[in-house]
């Protein structure tokens, strides 16, 4: 399910561009600048099912991560770990079909999200400042 659903996402009105942590605030801007209903992911290029996918309502950003692989179950945790040092309360949500998702609302402040980010990718997914990522948006603007 989860790789149709990726393959939907990733080809409908998608942008994609690739960079490191460093590029991380210019694209959840791009979230930000966005209309309602748009979508990030940030994935680790050869990594499988290492990303995260964010949102933005009028005061934050929602923070999410798929709890369906058995490597994002194992994550879990460590995810839940990073978020509460930074102050922040993750809470599980569950998709129409049942599948769980570990959600956490952050401020809508794209320099903020992209520290917890920088935070998150290093410390739960083990990548180095330099390890490739993939910005993939639906329906932001471009890129600059």
Not at 3 to 30: C, E, F, M, P, Y
Not at 100 to 119: E, G, K, N, T, Y
């Amino acid at each position: 399910m989860w790789r149709n659903l990726k393959s939907w996402l990733w080809n409908s009105a998608s942008s994609v561009a690739s960079g490191t942590l460093a590029d991380a605030s210019a694209h959840i801007q791009r979230l930000l600048d966005a209309p309602e209903g748009s979508l990030l992911i940030i994935e680790v290029t050869g990594l499988e099912d290492a990303f995260l996918q964010f949102t933005a309502g009028p005061r934050e950003i929602q923070i999410n991560h798929p709890l369906i692989a058995p490597a994002q179950v194992e994550r879990e945790h460590a995810l839940r770990r990073v978020f509460a040092a930074a102050g922040f309360s993750p809470h599980e949500t569950l998709g129409s079909d049942g599948t769980r998702f570990l959600d956490c609302d952050v401020p809508r402040d794209s320099v903020l999200a992209a520290i917890l980010v920088q935070r998150i990718f290093e410390s739960v997914f083990g990548i180095t400042p330099s390890t490739q990522l993939r910005f993939v948006g639906n329906g932001l603007p471009p890129a600059a």
